[in-house]
């Protein structure tokens, strides 16, 4: 599962209390998906940022992120023999083509996509 995050969460936040009604919805969409399954060996979360900001702030609200989005799905009762979290902050962009030269309004859409959460899951489908 590819998460965008500006679907999950307002821009530079990552907290439960600041996620969008939309990004809750997507979530619990994915749990009742994942219930589906008869056992989940590992689930592995990876937020991700775009290249606004410095290293060390991208990797702690990447890690932010994703650490919510953990702690979302094991509040919808997603449960796991192994569940990660990690920030990877700037270092695993999609977009290619976002100008530093383009206005702020513009560059911060540009680079959205870039602003995500992965999810990966191995397990046992019924």
Same mark, same amino acid.
């Given at each position: 599962?590819?998460? /965008?995050?500006?679907?999950?969460?307002?821009?530079?936040?990552?907290?439960?209390?600041?996620? /969008?009604?939309?990004?809750?919805?997507?979530?619990?969409?994915? +749990?009742?998906?994942?219930?589906?399954?008869?056992?989940?060996?590992?689930?592995?979360?990876?937020?991700?940022?775009?290249?606004?900001?410095?290293?060390?702030?991208?990797?702690?609200?990447?890690?932010?992120?994703?650490?919510?989005?953990?702690?979302?799905?094991? +509040?919808?009762?997603?449960?796991? +023999?192994?569940?990660?979290?990690?920030? +990877?902050?700037?270092?695993?962009?999609?977009?290619?083509?976002?100008?530093?030269? /383009?206005?702020?309004?513009?560059?911060?859409?540009?680079?959205?996509?870039?602003?995500?959460?992965?999810?990966?899951?191995?397990?046992?489908?019924?």
């Amino acid at each position: 599962f590819i998460l /965008l995050t500006d679907a999950l969460f307002r821009f530079d936040k990552s907290g439960r209390d600041e996620m /969008l009604p939309g990004g809750l919805q997507r979530l619990a969409t994915i +749990a009742d998906r994942l219930k589906s399954y008869k056992s989940i060996a590992s689930i592995t979360i990876v937020g991700h940022s775009d290249r606004l900001g410095s290293d060390e702030y991208n990797d702690k609200l990447s890690q932010a992120r994703a650490e919510t989005v953990k702690a979302q799905l094991e +509040a919808l009762g997603i449960k796991a +023999a192994s569940v990660s979290a990690k920030g +990877a902050g700037k270092r695993e962009p999609l977009t290619k083509d976002c100008s530093d030269k /383009l206005p702020r309004a513009e560059l911060t859409q540009c680079l959205q996509p870039d602003r995500r959460v992965t999810i990966e899951v191995s397990g046992v489908v019924r």
